[in-house]
């Protein structure tokens, strides 16, 4: 990195496992951070616990972590001009709106999420610079500032390799590519597959392989999604997609899916952004997609059954 380069200030809006994650990296990278959190934490820092393959204790490294509510952010009357979204799908538009007046009309924005949300943004910030991002990182959190970084992947970002200067590069795996929508739709047939089930079963990933129904639900919803894309044109990307799924699997057995997470800790999920959305366009095509129809319909039915239970559903 050139020894002239000024570090931007990075803004957070999704302080979740993820977001939390890229907000340690930043600033162990040496980039100021804010987190757009609805309230002010309890904590100012965030404590990272970094899992490693072969080792038998996580690795701990604390960061001081300046956050600003919505409503201080506004009267700071400071313009965003770098901003992480990591929010849930279901909550991403809501969360821009509230905060659309601070965002610079030339910021760049990096969309990293599950989902398809992202491809209603460019009506709302139709002159901001959007950069739709995946990851196979998985992160979850034990404590509201305590996030495990449990399994290392890699972030793609439809991007040039300009940008890679302003990311965390040192401490996570990240790649520019010219292809982000065929790999936004592999990703995104691969939580279709999986994430629902995770929930549904409450288990951790690669458990799925090891349940016979699991297994056999797994392989028709792949057959759906292969569907899909054949009227889409884009199959031939996704010709090895149920190997794809299993091999995910294995090498995230131990992670707990997003979905999990969301029905354990009550909170509600982005079915209507992943299943939802293959069945919307599914509709469209006049394919009959039954299976994802059934995921689709079991988590709505847990997600009530949390909210009889806890009252509430929490957005974060």
Known sequence: MNSTFIKPTWYILGA???GCLWASYWRQAGFPVVLITPRLRK?????????????SQDKKTQVDIEQLTID???????????????????????AIAAIKQTISKHATLLILQNG?????????????????????????????????????GVTHFGCNKILLQYLPTQYLTIEACHDIEIRQWQKFAVNCAINGLTAIYQCRNGELLNNPEARQRLTTICDEIFSVAKALGISEHLTQITTQVEDTLRATAENYSSMYQDISHSRSTEIDFINGCLCEIAEKYSISCEENQRVIQEIKN??????????TMISE
């Open 116 to 152: 398809m949300a992202a491809k209603q943004l460019p009506a709302l910030l139709p002159t901001q610079n959007l950069i739709t991002g995946i990851t196979t990182d998985g992160a979850y959190r034990t404590e509201q500032n305590v996030v495990v970084h449990a399994g290392h």
């Open 72 to 94: 201080q952010l506004a009267a700071s009357e400071n313009l965003i001009e770098y901003l992480l979204v990591s929010t849930k799908a279901q909550h991403t538009l809501e």
């Open 302 to 311: 847990l997600e009530a059954k949390q909210l009889e239970k806890s009252g």
């Open 43 to 55: 904590h100012a820092f965030i404590e990272l616990h970094i899992k490693r393959e072969g080792q």
């Open 16 to 18: 979740g496992a993820l």
